[in-house]
């Protein structure tokens, strides 16, 4: 018998009903299900991962985009990243996030007992946290609120009502052998992350974009898909790819020579050295008092150097530049409402896989504004969809559902081989991870790599086939194949350099190109230009 919040076996599937499913386990996905749980809804998280313990803010700490209300305090920070972002950002939706986020900083300390720092005048520090300590209490958090979480279950597609409405979703309990589960719910909440196609970078094993393509499977639209480009810097052979204290570094090339105009925020300048050779770095411009600050707000950083025996103070060391994709780049699924609806009835967006350029535009660093948008769109997708499965009285989880998925779950034609999906992730990471295709694009270039992808495209469509445990892989290697033909189809459609969207053969800003470039389809992917609200100016 399947109960509302319940399961139980019917034909060896777990059949769940609730009013709120959100899928993903970490900062945007804990708190939409607070939130949703907080508005009385029944919740159900499925998490591909542990929640709490799998994701990239889990693995690391992390800057948030805390401000006080004070006037000036805040017109500086909205300012701050505004010609960055190729003026693309929206101010009322900073305002907001700004609000919302203070907010929910402050009920994490008070209700969430986060043990935040506080300086030497006994002033609370909490524009920081360490990911660990932050994801283990929004865990506890959401059980204590009543929602049920499903570990290690990663949902593999959505299901939709007769009207075309997301109804749920279904999945693998990894947990259980690999058993098949589905829950039917009111409404759906994706908070799955980005995409950073598997490139090694620290947290990101589960960030595929697998919810970029169960959305775009039910028919909703992506934006800034362009602005997806984001490379992290890390130590050869690690994964750490933590940013913020590369600012007090000198980087060198492969002769041990300063590499000159290299910076944590001019990385093109390593991008074309790393293309001939190894580059060093040395963290030689933090003085005793930075080294001791710095070990004491981002010990995970020293891990690869302590194992390594390195001291990154003194000594060189080579670095890389791994791949975050739109992990830290700000493509996502598009909103349509402040309660981060998308353009499908039943179907929410929160954090990395939702569009972040209504506070970022086309440029966002890791953390800080990260941060605060995974909180902030996490707590209105969470409302917002709780709101909604309760005006339906309890029918939503009721419908009659089918599912939505493609690629991987149904070929087409024939079957293909046992583990076809390796070929797949390799043939996408030839295309995206290289410095040459999709650091330094130009017009022919991407036109090249998108028609690579399409052939990738047409074969995964046809044939890519996985079962069991293998099924995961094979939707993930569907999602990165996705997500790359909506990158270089979005980035072919600005013929212009804004934000991280650089394009070699376009290098200069074309102010009759402020717009957003959205995109869509599965097997046929489309582009168009949505404007974006008149610019206001911050002062400062």
């Known amino acids: 018998m399947t109960g509302r919040g319940g399961g139980s076996l019917r034909h060896d599937v777990i059949d769940l009903t609730t009013d709120v499913l959100v899928v993903g386990g970490g900062p945007a996905a ?80 008070d209700e969430g007992r986060y043990p935040f720092p506080t300086a030497p005048d006994g002033t609370p520090l909490r524009n920081g946290l360490q990911g660990p300590e932050y994801m283990r209490r929004m865990r506890i958090r959401i059980r204590k609120a009543g929602v049920r979480i499903l570990d290690h279950s990663p949902v593999t597609e959505l299901l939709t009502d007769a009207s075309g409405a997301v109804a749920g979703a279904q999945g693998l309990c990894r947990q259980e052998g690999g058993a098949p589960y589905r829950v039917r719910a009111g409404a759906v909440v994706l908070a ?221 034609s024939a079957r293909g081989p046992a583990e076809g999906f390796r070929d797949v992730i390799s043939a996408v990471q030839s295309e995206v991870l290289p410095y040459g295709k999709n650091y330094f694009r130009t017009g022919d270039g991407l036109t090249g790599s998108l028609a690579a992808l399409d052939t990738v495209w047409t074969e995964v469509r046809a044939t890519l086939y996985g079962s069991g445990r293998d099924l995961l892989k094979a939707r993930e290697a569907a999602a990165m194949t996705a997500h790359a033909r909506w990158m270089y189809a979005s980035a072919l459609a600005r013929t212009e350099t804004r934000g991280m969207a650089k394009r070699l053969d376009h290098p200069a800003l074309d102010p009759a190109q402020r717009h957003r470039v959205v995109t869509g389809g599965v097997d046929r992917v489309w582009t168009r230009h949505d404007p974006v609200p008149p610019f206001q100016e911050v002062t400062r």
């Not at 804990?30 to 591909?48: C, I, P, S, Y």
């Not at 960055?84 to 986020?101: F, P």
């Not at 499908?344 to 605060?372: K, M, Q, Y």
């Open 30 to 109: 804990t708190w939409a299900a607070l939130r949703a749980a907080q508005a009385g809804a029944e919740v159900v998280l499925a998490d591909k991962g542990y929640c709490g313990t799998s994701g990239a803010t889990a693995a690391g700490g992390t800057g948030v985009w805390y401000v006080p209300p004070e006037p000036a305090a805040r017109e500086a920070a909205m300012a701050s990243r505004e010609a960055l972002g190729g003026h693309l950002a929206e101010r009322r939706w900073k305002e907001r996030v700004l609000d919302e986020t203070y907010a929910a900083m402050n009920e994490l300390a």
């Open 192 to 412: 799955t992350g980005g995409c950073a196609f598997l490139s090694g970078a620290l947290g990101c094993n589960v960030n595929t974009g697998d919810g970029a393509l169960l959305a775009a499977e039910t028919g909703a639209e992506l934006s800034g898909m362009e602005f997806s480009n984001a490379y992290g810097i890390a130590p050869e052979g690690t994964s750490v790819t933590k940013n913020a204290f590369y600012a007090f570094a000198t980087f060198y090339d492969a002769d041990r020579r300063v590499l000159e105009g290299a910076s944590v925020t001019s990385r093109s300048v390593i991008a074309r050295a790393l293309l001939d050779g190894r580059v060093y770095a040395r963290l030689d411009r933090a003085d005793s008092g930075a080294r001791r600050s710095m070990r004491l707000a981002q010990p995970n950083f020293f891990l690869p150097f302590d194992r390594l025996g390195i001291d990154p103070f003194t000594e060189l060391f080579a670095v890389t530049l791994l791949a975050e994709g739109t992990v830290r780049g700000t493509g996502g699924i598009r909103l349509t409402s402040d309660d981060c609806a998308t353009s499908v009835p039943g179907l929410w967006a929160a954090g990395d896989a939702a569009t972040r350029e209504p506070i970022c535009g086309g440029f966002t660093g890791g953390g800080s504004h990260n941060a605060a948008w995974a909180i902030s769109s996490g707590i209105w997708a969470g409302t917002g969809a709780a709101r909604h499965a309760l005006s339906l009285g309890g029918r939503g989880g009721t419908r009659e559902t089918r599912p939505a998925g493609g690629a991987g779950l149904r070929p087409t």
